[in-house]
C-alpha cells in the first residue's frame, strides 16, 4: 500500500469511529433469503417485508462482478441522508424456482422496488448506471413509505 492510503484509511477511522459510538444507524438492511425454494412463499416474504418498508429485491449470484459492484453502490448510497430502504437479496444459483418464477432471467444482478407489497414500476438490471438520479429515486421512496410525501415516485 502507498502512503496516501494508509492516510486515507487512518483518517477515515479515526474520524469515522466517534460516530459509530453515537449509535449512527445503518439505513438499508441487507438480508439474504433464507427461506425455502417456492415462489408463493417468498412472495409471502416479499409481501410482510415491504409492508413498512421500501424493499429492494436483488436477484444476484456469488460469482457475479456487476452483483458484487451493485451492493457497494447501494452501500454508498445508504449513507446519504433520508434514504431508508431494505434490500432482499435472492442467489439465483441457491432458489432456482423463485428467480424463474418472479423473472424472465436475462442478466444479473436484476433489481425490483416493492412498497406495501406491491412491485413498482421501477426495476433495471446491472449496476446503477446514475448514482444521483438513484439517490433521489430512493430518497423519494422513503418519503412516500414514511409519510413525509404523498405518492410514488416516478423515475
Same mark, same amino acid.
Given at each position: 500500500m502507498d502512503r496516501r492510503t494508509i492516510l486515507k484509511a487512518f483518517l477515515a477511522s479515526v474520524l469515522l469511529a466517534p460516530l459509530a459510538a453515537f449509535g449512527t444507524e445503518t439505513s438499508v438492511a441487507r438480508q439474504e433469503y433464507s427461506g425455502p425454494d417456492d415462489p408463493d !412463499?417468498?412472495?409471502k416474504t416479499l409481501a410482510e417485508q415491504s409492508s413498512?418498508?421500501?424493499?429492494?429485491?436483488?436477484?444476484?449470484?456469488?460469482?457475479?462482478?456487476p452483483c458484487k459492484s451493485l451492493f457497494a453502490q447501494m452501500d454508498d448510497i445508504?449513507?446519504?441522508?433520508g434514504i431508508k430502504i431494505q434490500l432482499l437479496g435472492v442467489d439465483i444459483d441457491k432458489y432456482p424456482k423463485i428467480s424463474k418464477a418472479m423473472l424472465p432471467m436475462v442478466? !444479473?444482478?436484476q433489481s425490483f422496488f416493492y412498497?406495501?407489497?406491491q412491485p413498482q414500476a421501477?426495476?433495471?438490471a446491472g449496476t446503477i448506471r446514475n448514482v444521483p438520479e438513484m439517490t433521489r429515486y430512493l430518497r423519494e421512496l422513503t418519503r412516500a413509505v414514511h409519510g413525509d410525501q404523498p405518492g410514488v415516485p416516478r423515475l
Open positions: !412463499t417468498f412472495q413498512a418498508a421500501v424493499v429492494m429485491n436483488v436477484f444476484h449470484a456469488t460469482w457475479c462482478g445508504r449513507r446519504q441522508p442478466a !444479473t444482478p412498497i406495501y407489497g421501477y426495476k433495471f
